[in-house]
T-cell receptor
Framework: EAQVTQNPRYLITVTGKKLTVTCSQNMNHEYMSWYRQDPGLGLRQIYYSMNVEVTDKGDVPEGYKVSRKEKRNFPLILESPSPNQTSLYFC?????????????FGPGTRLTVL | QKEVEQNSGPLSVPEGAIASLNCTYSDRGSQSFFWYRQYSGKSPELIMFIYSNGDKEDGRFTAQLNKASQYVSLLIRDSQPSDSATYLCAVMSSGGYQKVTFGIGTKLQVIP
């Protein structure tokens, strides 16, 4: 089944404890992206990647890191999480490396930072 | 700052009516426009995309794009209670590898 998977789905952590949210797609997609969704602010792009080893900042990259060492994986790293990073996170992928076609979203990761 | 604006709603329509959802964007260089539907607690799913001025129809859904006025709309005909969701407008700029900007979404309620 073609899909985007994220792990974990739910995470409660404490300020400053490094964490990684994994994202994997099995559709051989070029473009992958991370978003956060907050009430009243909508979906905001954190980082995106057009290909292996090619990443760029979205609108809200501060406090996040990403890597794209393999085509299928695009982990999101929070080196020192803070309470303002409490949010719902979505990973997405699309076939076209420019991201101009359909983006398929993962199920979401609900992160709470205490 | 490139912006995409939507009325957050809720927009309430009776079952069987036409629901009209609107979105305006600030970047005149925008080339690709998307409508996503998001049910509560779920991830967004694409309904339609449109690149050219005019209308694009797919079943009960019609996307309309007017680049001169910088707005894109989504019409849902014969609205069903199952259409009740939040509808997200997304815009991507032209040329190369670009960021995607989403609006905050319009919550639609279809009343049986």
């Amino acid at each position: 089944e073609a899909q985007v998977t994220q792990n974990p789905r739910y995470l409660i952590t404490v300020t400053g404890k490094k964490l990684t949210v994994t994202c994997s797609q099995n559709m051989n997609h070029e473009y992958m992206s991370w978003y956060r969704q907050d009430p009243g602010l909508g979906l905001r792009q954190i980082y995106y990647s057009m290909n292996v080893e090619v990443t760029d900042k979205g609108d809200v990259p501060e406090g996040y890191k990403v890597s794209r060492k393999e085509k299928r994986n695009f982990p999101l790293i929070l080196e020192s999480p803070s309470p303002n990073q409490t949010s719902l996170y979505f990973c997405a992928s699309s076939l076209d490396r420019r991201g101009t076609d359909t983006q398929y979203f993962g199920p979401g990761t609900r992160l709470t930072v205490l | 700052q490139k912006e995409v604006e939507q009325n957050s709603g809720p927009l309430s329509v009776p079952e069987g009516a036409i629901a009209s959802l609107n979105c305006t964007y600030s970047d005149r260089g925008s080339q690709s426009f998307f409508w996503y539907r998001q049910y509560s607690g779920k991830s967004p799913e694409l309904i339609m995309f449109i690149y050219s001025n005019g209308d694009k129809e797919d079943g009960r859904f019609t996307a309309q794009l007017n680049k001169a006025s910088q707005y894109v709309s989504l019409l849902i005909r014969d609205s069903q209670p199952s259409d009740s969701a939040t509808y997200l407008c997304a815009v991507m700029s032209s040329g190369g590898y670009q960021k995607v900007t989403f609006g905050i979404g319009t919550k639609l309620q279809v009343i049986p």
